[in-house]
């Protein structure tokens, strides 16, 4: 089933790499001659974060003009003002965000106030710019993972004095470019990694259940439940795991994707009253309401939350998942009589108050009779919420995380749950919930978030893998000084693949003409093999190769470590190929043993300097 009508857009171009930030002349250079604004916090000043982007964009036509660093967690509409007042001082044509969600929305909503003027508040709403208002060009850096706001259409500020967070929608909000590194997360404290963590599973769930889903929305919010869930406690147990901060950036900018097509719901609109009314830091409100408002929701959504908890890694039967069950296909009505069998009650009695895998274990033997379709999919949704629970006590145990709103810091016995409930009611996000949500339901959510008596729970070692080691940051750069070295160096090791007894005879049977235009610094080499005898020319080439690849030269020296691929860096276009592409990437297997052959040869030049390690 479809929905009647959806959209979808991303006019953003995003990338991801570990390091990348020190990697980014190329990918820049569409922005030309630009005086930046660079928004940011002043923790992520002390902790040489900024320092680390600005070296980045020391070697790119983009100047950075002036450094805002003054962003609170919930950023304010004073920030905005200001950050927007130093820009325009400054004569800033371009907008770059280096932090969390606090930092990024105040540059989308600076960046909105600088183009328009006025008020903040003349501002707040959804969609007021007319198609063709532009924004000043900007880019979009997350270091928490996250809002996901580098992907999203809207920008959330704080009003401190109506105790209200402030909601602004507009298309032009999105970045031209969104870089995610996941080296850039590695500092941030283990609470910070499982709130901000949370919100983005949030996102993922609240976008896969809401009432605007789309076939888009869907396949990126699930893939973002299964990154997220599958290594927040990996990144919150080893901090310096790159790849499991990767998963997690990456799952966080698939929510963010997916929510900002399909919305948010009820958790949300808790969590922002909760914010404005508590200050409870977004994310963490975000964690406690979430299983609250899923529980709240499961009757209405059963199979879309047993999707999620598939998702998540509970295991329930297959066949029925993949749609081939009785019940689905309509050959038995056996289910419904089933659930009101009084023996099956109590048997659901029995696991409603299991864990979440005795759950799923017992679904899972129940359901390979494959006619309880209803049944099965509904344990495997409670468990989703019981998961939820679950990852929220494991994170305490591992981060310290409080596990309820008083511990999370609603010191006055909650005098101001109405205020809170009105303002919930309020909130745009409650308009996408699956289920209308009731004042009433919203009250007893808050309540039971504060009352709740939760403990930390140990996590256990096969939830947790060990850590991946972390990449190499050092790389030899600018490895040849100029042409002479260029040639020198690889004429003649291209004449020693020539000889080889091996490639030798492989690479003149291939009967390929290929270029290499190289850059940084500039040379052309052919490899004519089209001939009897292979030919490596110098230079210039008069005839015409059948295939030509221009990169630059440091790339060829990471190629010939057999350190960089060349199907990748088409990808990434760090290699411009014309000509027939398919054939030379074929002769990539006869070139394997070279890649042993080059640190040799350089060693036996005398160059044992540049061999990358
Ligand atoms: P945040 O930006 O408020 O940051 C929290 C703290 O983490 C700050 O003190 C910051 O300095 C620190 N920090 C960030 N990165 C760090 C790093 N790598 N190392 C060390 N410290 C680091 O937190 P957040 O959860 O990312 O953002 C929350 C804000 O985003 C809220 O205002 C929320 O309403 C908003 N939000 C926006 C969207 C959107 O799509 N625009 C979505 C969700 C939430």
Redesign the pocket.
Known sequence: MLPEYFEFSLPTKLIYGIGIIGNISDTVKPFGKRKAILVT?E??VE?G?VDKVKAGFKKTPIKIAGTFDQVP???TIDTVENCAAMAKQKGCDMVIGV?????I?TAKVANLLMVKGGALKDHMGAYLLSSDDRLLPSILIP??A????EV?K???IADPENDV?LPFAEEQFLPQLAILDPA??T???GK?TAA?GM?ALTHAIEAYVDKEWSPASDALALHAVALISGNILQACAKPDDLEARGAMLAGSFLA?VAFSHSMVGMTHGIAHAL?GVYHIP??LANALILPEVMAYNLEAKVDRYADIAFAMGISYPQVIHHGRSLLHSNRLDLPTKLANLSGVDSLKEYINTGSHRARGMLASAIGSFGFIDAWVRKQAAVAAVEKVHTLNRQLAHLTGIPLNLKDAGVSDGLEKIEQVATTAMEDGSMLYNPVEPERDAVIAIIRKAYHTKAKPLPVSRDELRPRTSRREDKQITEVFKDSEMLYDILINFYELLKAHPEIGPKLAQSDLCVQFRYKNPTGIITIDAAGDDIKILKGEYDGSPEVTLTMNADFAHRFWHGKANLVTALTRRQVAAKGNVPRTIKLLPILKPSYDLYPKFLTEKGLGNLVLR
């Open positions: 916090d923790i992520l902790t974060l967690p919930n950023s932090g969390g969600g606090s930092v929305d270091t928490t996250g809002t996901g706001s999203t809207v920008a959330v967070k850039l997360t500092s941030l404290p910070l901000t919100d963010g914010g977004h994310g």
